[in-house]
């Protein structure tokens, strides 16, 4: 059972600042909040992510930071002011990366999570970057056990990865699940999907949807559909 009302965070993968603004006004009171990634901090940093959060979503500050420990220190206590709900490092920079992220941020307001293996990837192309031969989802649970040893709020990974993850780790241990797709949507650039009804079933706790929100002809209603859908699974 998701701990968040509406467990769905629409992702706001645009440059386009006046739209984002706009549509995280349209979306309050329709999804559970907003992520901010690459394409939108590189264009408009902290004033655009002001913007943004003043329409009074949580925002996921979605940046995904990977570098020697300092450096993400650094780069997080930049960033500590803005208080976001959530923010992230890549599990892969290994464990003192983690340990210093999670000292970097003393906000009670923003946990620190950890993206174990991205959805775009499957067993081929870990295989093919020098991962040892095995299941993504293997992969995905020894970094997320890493995260949680290190001292970090929860991790980002895929629905496949999440039964493990869950039993292992425990209730408490924030899950963000990407690469969700209603049944018979275009699946894009990711490859390890799920739909709504099933992330939630298997236990995540937020929802990060971006494109089948945000390129909808109506993006609320999409909106509304996905919660329905998430609703409707966890009563059934
Ligand atoms: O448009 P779509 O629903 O595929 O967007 C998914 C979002 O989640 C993107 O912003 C992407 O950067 C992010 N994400 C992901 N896989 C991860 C971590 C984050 O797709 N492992």
């Known amino acids: 059972m998701s701990r968040y009302e509406n467990p769905i965070f629409c992702a706001l993968d645009t440059t386009?600042?006046?739209?984002?603004?706009?549509?995280?006004?349209?979306?309050?009171?329709?999804?559970?909040?907003?992520?901010?990634?690459?394409?939108?901090?590189?264009?408009?940093?902290?004033?655009?992510?002001?913007?943004?959060?003043?329409?009074?979503?949580?925002?996921?500050?979605?940046?995904?930071?990977?570098?020697?420990?300092?450096?993400?220190?650094?780069?997080?206590?930049?960033?500590?002011?803005?208080?976001?709900?959530?923010?992230?490092?890549?599990?892969?920079?290994?464990?003192?990366?983690?340990?210093?992220?999670?000292?970097?941020?003393?906000?009670?307001?923003?946990q620190v999570i950890a993206v174990t293996i991205l959805t775009s990837l499957d067993s081929g192309d870990?295989?093919?970057?020098?991962?040892?031969?095995?299941?993504?989802?293997?992969?995905?649970?020894?970094?997320?056990?890493?995260?949680?040893?290190?001292?970090?709020?929860?991790?980002?990974?895929?629905?496949?990865?999440?039964?493990?993850?869950?039993?292992?780790?425990g209730a408490d241990f924030l899950t963000v699940v990407p690469g969700i797709r209603p049944a018979g949507a275009d699946n894009e650039d990711q490859k390890r999907i799920a739909t709504p009804a099933w992330a939630v079933k298997t236990g995540a706790d937020i929802l990060v949807i971006g494109r089948p929100i945000t390129r909808a002809d109506d993006p609320v209603a999409a909106a509304q559909a996905l919660a329905a859908e998430c609703r409707d699974a966890l009563d059934a």
């Open 16 to 110: 386009d600042l006046e739209w984002a603004v706009a549509l995280a006004h349209e979306l309050r009171g329709h999804v559970g909040g907003v992520k901010l990634g690459l394409e939108f901090f590189y264009a408009h940093g902290r004033d655009g992510y002001g913007r943004v959060a003043d329409a009074g979503l949580p925002v996921f500050l979605d940046l995904k930071l990977h570098d020697i420990p300092n450096t993400v220190a650094g780069g997080l206590s930049s960033l500590a002011d803005l208080e976001p709900a959530i923010v992230n490092v890549h599990a892969g920079g290994g464990g003192a990366m983690m340990r210093a992220a999670a000292g970097a941020v003393s906000s009670g307001q923003t």
């Open 126 to 169: 870990l295989t093919e970057i020098g991962f040892r031969e095995g299941a993504a989802n293997e992969h995905a649970l020894s970094l997320a056990r890493l995260t949680k040893a290190s001292g970090l709020a929860g991790v980002v990974c895929s629905t496949h990865d999440l039964t493990a993850i869950r039993g292992e780790l």
